[in-house]
């Protein structure tokens, strides 16, 4: 018999409506406590960066992190949702690995194109914000990154205990650093929740899972993937590696595009501190993660560049995403922010 305490309906975020046939199986599970309905082949159908999936994706893997409101804490590992989510998993890590077929296998050559800054950077969100960019943009990009903002470093912690020797003292000295080298205050998570206090948006967590679109949820469903599988370790520090190189560029530009929109002091303050972090993180986990790694098993070196290629691959769909609402003059959201 399951004891009492260990079915604690967690007080999260609220469920919210699915987006097809698979989230909705996911969603009632989810708050009837009953196992996911769905058809036969629903998951070898479903379009695998589209909004059903990717939704019933996300609400799986959140059952991982802080859960939702009134949904009981074992469901984490309920037999009938983890069939399901292997599915899905199996289903987008093919979709991935198609896409990358072409892709470098070594980290030399999947990284060598992030150390050089581009000439042209029209394609760039964080340019088009530094440069032109409106108040309403900025509220919206912080509204979608606070999927992941508010988790930071979470997908990324689980890699710690597959590492040995170098790689899990270099890894784990950048996660205290992450997670505010012992003061609370400090934490980026609880910095991006200042900084979308600043905006008028709402810091809560998973507030925006709702209005958030596809490309980004796969973004954020691509750490968990990584993640929550000690076989892909190789391909998660690829992922972190692939984040902390292209940081530091991005976060002066959005330094600089609050600083000019007048955001607030903590808006500003948030990628101001990623800047020079995120510079020494570069070096700690490309000489010391990756290279730890590889010393221990060098057999991981095409996951560590497939996770690198991924990374990019998701974060260009989400960046095309961006760039076509913009240019046609409508939100990048499902539904409009509220004014600030």
């Known amino acids: 018999m399951t ?13 919210v409506q699915g987006r097809g046939d698979l989230s909705d199986a996911v969603r009632d599970a989810l708050r009837t406590g009953l196992p996911p309905e769905y058809e036969t082949g629903t ?10 999936l990717q939704l019933a994706l996300y609400l799986l893997y959140e059952l991982h992190y802080r859960g939702f409101e009134g949904v009981e804490d074992e469901r984490e590992w309920d037999p009938d949702l983890l069939r399901l989510r292997q599915a899905l998993e199996t289903r987008f890590l093919h979709a991935l690995r198609t896409e990358l077929h072409d892709a470098p296998r070594s980290v030399e050559e999947a990284f060598a194109p992030l150390l050089v800054e581009p000439v042209d950077l029209t394609e760039s969100i964080s340019h088009h914000l530094e440069t032109e960019g409106e108040l309403w943009q900025l ?34 000295a950048i996660e205290y650093d992450e997670f505010g080298a012992g003061h609370p205050d400090r934490i980026h998570a609880q910095l991006f929740a200042d900084l979308m206090t600043d905006l008028g948006l709402d810091p809560a967590y998973g507030r925006y899972l709702d209005q958030a679109p596809a490309p980004l949820l796969a973004t954020v469903n691509l ?16 992922h972190f590696a692939c984040l902390e190189v292209t940081s530091s560029p991005g976060s002066r530009r959005l330094a600089k595009a609050m600083l000019r929109c007048n955001a607030g002091p903590a808006a500003e303050h948030f990628y101001a501190e990623h800047v020079e972090a995120d510079a020494v993180h570069e070096q700690v986990v490309r000489h010391e993660v990756i290279g730890g790694l590889l010393a221990e098993e060098p057999a991981l070196e095409p996951d560590i560049a497939f996770g690198c290629a991924a990374t ?3 974060e260009d769909q989400f960046a095309a995403h961006i760039r076509n609402a913009w240019d046609q003059g409508r939100t990048t959201l499902r539904t409009p922010l509220p004014p600030r």
């Open 223 to 238: 750490m968990s993937l990584f993640g929550l599988h000690r076989a892909l370790r190789g391909a998660l520090v690829g």
């Open 139 to 172: 509220r919206e990009y912080a509204a979608l990154r606070s999927l992941y903002h508010l988790k930071e470093a979470d997908p990324h912690a689980w890699v710690i205990p597959r590492l040995t020797g170098r790689a899990k003292a270099a890894m784990a």
């Open 3 to 15: 004891p009492a305490s260990s079915r604690t309906a967690t007080v999260g975020p609220a469920l």
């Open 43 to 52: 998951v070898l159908k479903a379009d695998p960066w589209g909004e059903d």
């Open 312 to 314: 990019v691959l998701l």
